[in-house]
């Protein structure tokens, strides 16, 4: 089987885990929520800190949830976010979506959240996912889409962090564009038409408190993370210019009339 060839581009610095484990079931999984079931078994794909599977877990009490990482080093925090929310039907795994370690017909649902914008097959992964779905099952996947990234106002330092992001992102082997091609890709991956619903939301941070989260975060991991060693080592940029981006990042929170919007594509996949 496949295995995974794309490098994550983020990692796990906590720059970039302030941001996930922000993330919950309303606002990360609200075109999945309606279908659930409490007795389902829910495969949650790239799980990371967990906050979503933990919320996936609340929703399914009679059932059971697994949370999938491909990076071992995040579970501990998701075990201790189960943990703390008082979750028991909750486990975590290591695994690679490429090659599910599952029998066909598992689970009732599968889901992963901003995975296969990272992942070096999509429709490989799309594959396995449907394999591992019972039939009549549901596969659920919502990845964000870099390009169709917007803001206001504008500024030649986050337009060159968004050229930067897409280039260091696709040397990796991802497609940052993801949002916009999951419908397609689930047809590659035997997914009928019929069989796709396919939806699309945002993210919006507006406020000043908001502005200056995201901001700041985004300014850390520009120059901290994974994400900033990997655009220097790969040539695609040098530290001064990962500082003058953080910099721009670090204006645009500032901005009274600050608004940053993400759009991203959702698939609802009847196996």
């Not at 309303?26 to 929520?33: E, H, I, P």
Request: charged share 20%; proline share 4%.
């Amino acid at each position: 089987m496949p295995q995974e060839s794309a490098v994550y581009t983020h990692g796990h610095h906590e720059s970039v885990l302030r941001s996930h484990t922000w993330r919950t079931a309303a606002n990360s999984a609200g075109y999945l929520l309606d279908a659930l079931r409490p007795h389902m078994r829910i495969l949650d794909i790239g799980c990371g800190p967990g906050t979503i599977t933990a919320d996936l877990a609340a929703l399914v009490p009679g059932g059971q949830v697994t949370g999938l990482e491909y990076a071992p080093e995040v579970l501990e925090q998701a075990r201790a976010t189960a943990t703390d929310r008082g979750v028991t039907n909750v486990r975590f795994a290591v695994g690679d979506v490429h090659a599910l370690d599952y029998p066909d017909d598992t689970f009732c649902v599968v889901h992963a959240h901003q995975v296969l914008q990272h992942v070096g097959d999509p429709v490989q992964a799309l594959r396995e996912m449907r394999r591992v779905t019972k039939p009549g099952g549901i596969v659920a996947v919502r990845d964000s889409d870099y390009a169709a990234m917007t803001w206001y106002p504008e500024s030649d330092g986050m337009t060159d962090w968004l050229r930067l992001y897409r280039r260091v992102a696709r040397a990796n082997g991802g497609e940052p564009d993801a949002g916009r091609r999951l419908h397609a890709w689930a047809r590659q991956a035997g997914f009928t038409p019929d069989a796709i619903t396919a939806t699309a939301a945002t993210w919006l941070y507006r406020t000043p408190e908001e502005r200056s989260w995201w901001s700041e975060l985004w300014a850390d991991r520009t120059v901290s993370s994974s994400y900033a060693r990997i655009a220097v080592d790969g040539g695609h940029a040098t530290a001064a210019e990962l500082h003058r981006i953080a910099r721009a990042w670090r204006s645009w929170g500032a901005e009274e009339d600050g608004w940053f919007g993400i759009l991203h594509g959702e698939i609802l996949c009847r196996a």
